[in-house]
């Protein structure tokens, strides 16, 4: 069966994302004593005593949300419900039983699922007597501890694990897409158009999107894992410590990813932000494709496409060999056609070139091409080899590699997409020194 499904829910700064990261052992969901700072669901895997599962850290339920936001926020810990096979409940151990933990008990019990009543904030022997006043709940069994500094938490994992159904670990590698773009872009309603589903928080307030969020999408029976990260905004613009960690997110985001879905907002333009974006995903070394999201705001769509296409390859020219699709997430129009192309651009990045072929290639190609003299002594290209794929990757084999200007290193690149093509995919090139002969 698939990965067990654990999924924490409570009332707003009980500590959720505190455990969150204790038991994937990592800093992946932001804390922060700011009630709130947890929107989307955040999914991870974890593991203890050899047992594997998939935790997911919620935001904070309100039974009587203050504002739309919250209210979705609501609404999303409740779709967490239904994928768990196990649910932990954490309460505050300093706060006691309020009104709000009730509400949730008593949704969580209508539920069926299993529960694990958790009271958290727990770190001593000293204050285990604070838990007795929450077996008014009506469970006999309570789980204290501190998510802080781990107090009680083994006794808690081993229970856990002990109602995990049995999962059989097979992996399966998906193209990993992410969905990046400065705030406010549309990625969000992106992602939730391409599931089917609202998976992700859609709201006016750029930001609103803060942790990177994971999901599973399937198209005609392929499954692709879709990340929705935090907008990344200029650096100078970054404020206080979540913004700056929200932005350091997309950044690792981007580093995991196969492809990256530059999502851009046809009504604004290109503007100095998608540069730093496009550059970020560049120097990564991912695939890339394009997004002109928004497109049901154009009048005149026909002139627009001719006035960005030619934008984009101005502002972003380092990056001329990704596709450019006009989409809108608001109205589903033309999202599916980034599947075709996704598949496309990964084919490309795994193309390796047989030795011979691109040897062959590489000595017609330096027939048109001037070399300039080092140092008064003729320079010499042996031989090119590919030694990598994901993104491919080329060694040129000569006698003086600082000695070939940006221009000749441009020729060779150009070369090699005309006669290889490698749609969407950056083409490392590097140049090693030979003794001559």
Same mark, same amino acid.
């Given at each position: 069966?698939?990965?067990?499904?654990?999924?924490?829910?409570?009332?707003?700064?009980?500590?959720?994302?505190?455990?969150?990261?204790?038991?994937?052992?990592?800093?992946?969901?932001?804390?922060?004593?700011?009630?709130?700072?947890?929107?989307?669901?955040?999914?991870?895997?974890?593991?203890?005593?050899?047992?594997?599962?998939?935790?997911?850290?919620?935001?904070?339920?309100?039974?009587?949300?203050?504002?739309?936001?919250?209210?979705?926020?609501?609404?999303?810990?409740?779709?967490?419900?239904?994928?768990?096979?196990?649910?932990?409940?954490?309460?505050?151990?300093?706060?006691?039983?309020?009104?709000?933990?009730?509400?949730?008990?008593?949704?969580?019990?209508?539920?069926?699922?299993?529960?694990?009543?958790?009271?958290?904030?727990?770190?001593?022997?000293?204050?285990?007597?604070?838990?007795?006043?929450?077996?008014?709940?009506?469970?006999?069994? %309570?789980?204290? +501890? $501190? @998510?802080?500094? #781990?107090?009680?938490?083994? &006794?808690?994992?081993?229970?856990? !694990?002990?109602?995990?159904?049995?999962?059989?670990?097979?992996?399966?590698?998906?193209?990993?897409?992410?969905?990046?773009?400065?705030?406010?872009?549309?990625?969000?309603?992106?992602?939730?158009?391409?599931?089917?589903?609202?998976?992700?928080?859609?709201?006016?307030?750029?930001?609103?999107?803060?942790?990177?969020?994971?999901?599973?999408?399937?198209?005609?029976?392929?499954?692709?894992?879709?990340?929705?990260?935090?907008?990344?905004?200029?650096?100078?613009?970054?404020?206080?410590?979540?913004?700056?960690?929200?932005?350091?997110?997309?950044?690792?985001?981007?580093?995991?990813?196969?492809?990256? %879905?530059?999502? +851009? $907002? @046809?009504?604004? #333009?290109?503007?100095?932000? &998608?540069?730093?974006?496009?550059? !970020?995903?560049?120097?990564?070394?991912?695939?890339?494709?394009?997004?002109?999201?928004?497109?049901?705001?154009?009048?005149?769509?026909?002139?627009?496409?001719?006035?960005?296409?030619?934008?984009?390859?101005?502002?972003?020219?380092?990056?001329?060999?990704?596709?450019?699709?006009?989409?809108?997430?608001?109205?589903?129009?033309?999202?599916?056609?980034?599947?075709?192309?996704?598949?496309?651009?990964?084919?490309?990045?795994?193309?390796?070139?047989?030795?011979?072929?691109?040897?062959?290639?590489?000595?017609?190609?330096?027939?048109?091409?001037?070399?300039?003299?080092?140092?008064?002594?003729?320079?010499?290209?042996?031989?090119?080899?590919?030694?990598?794929?994901?993104?491919?990757?080329?060694?040129?084999?000569?006698?003086?590699?600082?000695?070939?200007?940006?221009?000749?290193?441009?020729?060779?690149?150009?070369?090699?997409?005309?006669?290889?093509?490698?749609?969407?995919?950056?083409?490392?090139?590097?140049?090693?020194?030979?003794?001559?002969?």
């Amino acid at each position: 069966m698939a990965k067990p499904v654990v999924v924490i829910v409570g009332r707003p700064n009980v500590g959720k994302s505190t455990l969150f990261n204790r038991m994937t052992k990592t800093y992946a969901a932001i804390v922060e004593d700011i009630p709130g700072v947890t929107r989307d669901r955040n999914y991870l895997d974890a593991e203890w005593e050899g047992k594997a599962f998939t935790v997911v850290d919620t935001g904070g339920f309100y039974p009587e949300p203050p504002e739309d936001i919250f209210l979705q926020i609501k609404e999303q810990a409740i779709f967490a419900l239904e994928e768990a096979d196990i649910i932990l409940h954490i309460l505050d151990g300093k706060d006691g039983l309020t009104p709000s933990d009730m509400e949730l008990i008593n949704l969580l019990r209508a539920s069926g699922k299993k529960v694990l009543w958790v009271v958290n904030k727990i770190d001593a022997p000293t204050r285990e007597e604070r838990v007795h006043d929450f077996y008014s709940i009506g469970t006999d069994e %309570l789980w204290p +501890l $501190s @998510a802080a500094t #781990g107090y009680g938490y083994d &006794d808690f994992m081993d229970k856990l !694990i002990s109602l995990l159904p049995i999962y059989n670990g097979e992996k399966i590698h998906y193209p990993k897409i992410a969905v990046v773009g400065r705030s406010n872009v549309g990625k969000s309603t992106l992602i939730n158009t391409l599931l089917g589903k609202k998976r992700l928080i859609v709201s006016p307030i750029p930001g609103t999107t803060r942790d990177s969020i994971d999901s599973i999408c399937t198209f005609y029976g392929r499954k692709y894992l879709l990340i929705d990260t935090a907008g990344i905004r200029r650096k100078g613009r970054v404020g206080y410590s979540l913004e700056r960690f929200s932005m350091v997110r997309a950044l690792k985001s981007i580093e995991r990813c196969d492809i990256a %879905l530059i999502v +851009l $907002s @046809a009504d604004e #333009g290109i503007v100095e932000q &998608d540069q730093r974006i496009a550059g !970020i995903v560049e120097s990564y070394g991912k695939g890339a494709v394009f997004l002109l999201n928004k497109w049901d705001l154009i009048e005149n769509p026909e002139e627009m496409y001719k006035n960005l296409g030619k934008e984009l390859g101005r502002k972003i020219w380092f990056m001329h060999y990704a596709p450019l699709l006009t989409v809108s997430a608001l109205e589903k129009k033309r999202i599916t056609k980034v599947f075709p192309i996704i598949d496309e651009i990964m084919k490309e990045r795994r193309k390796r070139i047989a030795t011979g072929e691109l040897n062959r290639f590489f000595r017609e190609a330096m027939q048109n091409m001037p070399l300039p003299k080092y140092k008064g002594k003729e320079i010499k290209l042996y031989y090119v080899t590919q030694v990598n794929i994901e993104p491919p990757v080329f060694v040129v084999f000569m006698n003086y590699p600082s000695a070939l200007k940006n221009a000749q290193i441009r020729y060779i690149e150009k070369g090699l997409r005309e006669r290889f093509l490698f749609k969407g995919t950056p083409v490392k090139i590097y140049f090693r020194a030979r003794e001559r002969k």
